[in-house]
């Protein structure tokens, strides 16, 4: 946002004054090469992960194991930054760890209900900001932009509902093969 607020008052000095073209080039590099502020986003995972899980049902434990995967979730998406990769698979591979986390979690009797971590955990990911300026640009008239924005953004939240249901196809293979092995059981012992 602090690019954002930088190039609007660029924008009201050009059209408040003249300046000369290489001051506007230097003064838009000098933007773009601006450093985030990454223990703020930090932050904002560690805070967003912890209040969304609470939001969602979660107790203490459940607030306190969000936070910490989102302080992994934070150095996930840095490195899958640094890597270039595709917008599409970055959720797919987050959400991934998020379910992982919170699913190892539960299985150590730290947590008590994992859906409220993953799903507290995976707001961060989900493209709501897209979904808004894709109807927007539907609304302006850029149909094509905001069709664009759109498919992107359903491709994004499909890759991440994915892993939530291959999460319950799990949960229920699970229950499949502890049925099948205690009939299993009933059968020797009898």
Not at 39 to 63: D, K, N, Q, R, T
Not at 86 to 107: D, E, F, Q
Not at 122 to 129: D, E, N, R, V
């Amino acid at each position: 946002m602090d690019h954002l607020r930088e190039l609007n008052q660029l924008v009201r000095e050009i059209s408040n004054q003249q300046l000369e073209y290489m001051d506007i080039k230097d003064r838009i590099n000098k933007i773009k090469n601006d450093q985030l502020d990454l223990p703020l986003i930090l932050f904002g995972y560690i805070f967003s992960s912890a209040m969304f899980c609470v939001f969602f049902g979660g107790g203490i434990s459940e607030m306190i194991i969000a936070a910490i995967i989102g302080l992994v979730l934070y150095y996930c998406v840095l490195a899958m930054e640094a890597l270039a990769m595709n917008s599409i698979i970055k959720p797919m591979l987050s959400s991934m760890v998020i379910a992982t986390l919170a699913i190892i979690a539960s299985k150590l009797g730290i947590i008590a209900k994992p859906d409220s971590t993953i799903i507290g955990c995976l707001m961060i990911l989900t493209p709501g900001i897209a979904i808004t300026n894709s109807l927007r640009d539907m609304i302006g008239g850029n149909l094509v932009s905001g069709t664009m924005r759109m498919v992107e953004a359903i491709l994004i939240a499909t890759s991440i509902a994915c892993n939530g249901y291959r999460r319950s196809i799990n949960d229920y293979i699970d229950t499949l093969f502890s049925g099948f092995f205690w009939l299993l059981r009933f059968f020797i012992y009898f």
